[in-house]
């Protein structure tokens, strides 16, 4: 398979930290970002590439060459005028005749790439010509936002400017898998933006699928970010997120410790953070662990709100957190009942199932997705209900207002005890 990495970048907001090199080629951490790129795809069996060039391409193609001194295979296009981040395409259709992988060059990642691979081809199978690596991210307010159904199908793409209300936390992280019917749809010679005008596009087409995963993916595109990124490389955060490796989590709970206890919440305006639990959860994603809430939500089967309206609850708790720069990695939630004799109720849903706490199933389900270690990870929350579920999934707990391996009175004492014991690092 080969690698497409868009290696032209000016770099105009990150000018500060090198303006002699093209962006993609600003040392963080001691090598070039594109150097790490290769370096995390090389490991990969990912050995076949294709840097597009343009300003300052020289000293791309000085420094690697054919790539033989890095055991790779490189060719280039330099583009003579700017192409956009798509146009390029349009004069690579030859070189591209199965589905390839697209980077942004001036990332940071560290994923298991088999993944997003299987999840393309899947997905091919349903129509798509592109699948998108998306993640959540702390600054969502100034990013474009993916939403997408249960099966990964893209449904909607707002950019920055456009009006957005309660909305999930998921962004383009800039890595993607194309099939080659992608470059034959660009004009030739045309300056073309890969997210508006190629990709956006397919949305309404349902050729669009999105690839969910909480893998490290950073652009390192402001002097603030290239901080960042350098010490989660020198950390070890960014290896470690690798979803080959194993991975720690924190398990939440969402009523009574995410969002004020009021009794079932059935609509957004219910729906208000506990002071300090934004911060909690910012402190989990700083620490390198998985961010997953957990929740039972009886209200589906019982009829009294629906998916749709339970995910605009969801939403707003995302935006809320979002607006504080913090983010839940991923969530898991029981739609079932076991008792029957609601009005309205859904009758499919009122069974006795093995998602429904205390009983481990979505822990289960996360550690399968996720490769998540259960012993080492952690469960909070303020019932008996999460209290035997962390037990039963192998989970220590952190009890809110309830005896546990630890105890405090809301998830912000919490999460810092958590973090506090050395034994878990």
């Not at 390839?100 to 010509?129: M, T």
């Not at 720069?325 to 849903?349: M, N, Q, T, V």
Request: charged residues 30%.
């Amino acid at each position: 398979m080969k690698t497409v990495i868009m290696a032209g970048g000016k770099g105009t907001r990150i000018a500060s930290v090198n303006a002699l090199v093209p962006k993609p080629m600003i040392e963080v951490a001691g090598k070039p970002v594109l150097l790490w790129q290769i370096e995390c795809l090389k490991r990969q069996g990912l050995n076949d590439f294709i840097f597009v060039t343009g300003h300052l391409g020289d000293v791309v193609e000085n420094y690697f060459g054919d790539g033989s001194a890095f055991g790779i295979k490189i060719e280039y296009y330099r583009e003579k005028e700017p192409l956009g981040t798509a146009g390029a395409l349009y004069f690579l259709q030859d070189r591209l005749s199965e589905d390839f992988l697209l980077l942004n060059g001036d990332i940071i990642f560290d994923a298991d790439i088999s993944r997003l691979a299987a999840a393309h081809k899947e997905n091919k199978k349903k129509g798509a010509y592109a699948t998108i690596f998306t993640h959540p991210n702390d600054h969502p307010f100034d990013s474009g936002l993916i939403s997408a159904d249960g099966n990964g199908k893209v449904t909607e793409w707002l950019h920055k400017e456009d009006a957005r209300g309660w909305h999930v936390n998921r962004v383009n992280a800039g890595i993607h898998m194309l099939s080659p019917e992608l470059p034959r749809m660009i004009k030739a010679g045309s300056k073309t933006d890969l997210d508006r005008d190629l990709l956006r596009p397919l949305v309404s087409e349902g050729r669009l699928y999105a690839y969910d995963s909480p893998e490290y993916v950073k652009d390192m595109g402001t002097p603030e970010r290239y901080a960042e990124v350098s010490a989660d490389i020198l950390s070890g955060k960014v290896r470690a997120r690798n979803l080959s490796e194993k991975q720690l989590a924190v398990f939440l709970d969402r009523d009574g410790t995410i969002n004020k206890y009021a009794g079932f919440v059935r609509r957004p305006e219910e729906l208000e953070l506990c002071d300090g639990a934004a911060e909690a959860v910012k402190a989990i994603n700083a620490s390198g662990r998985l961010a997953i809430v957990v929740t039972n939500q009886p209200v589906i089967a019982r009829g009294e709100v629906t998916r749709e309206g339970l995910n605009e609850i969801h939403a707003k708790m995302e935006t809320l957190l979002g607006e504080k720069g913090a983010y839940i990695d991923r969530l898991y939630y029981c739609p079932h009942h076991p008792h029957s004799g609601y009005e309205g109720e859904i009758k499919e849903l009122k069974i006795d199932c093995e998602c429904r706490k205390p009983k481990p199933g979505m822990l289960f389900k996360a550690a399968s997705e996720l490769n998540i270690d259960l012993s080492r990870s952690w469960m909070i929350g303020d019932g008996e209900n999460d209290r035997e579920c962390a037990k039963r999934a192998g989970c220590r707990f952190a009890g809110i207002g309830i005896d546990g391996d630890v105890t405090g009175k809301d998830l912000s004492e919490c999460v810092g005890m958590i973090l506090g014991k050395a034994n878990d690092k």
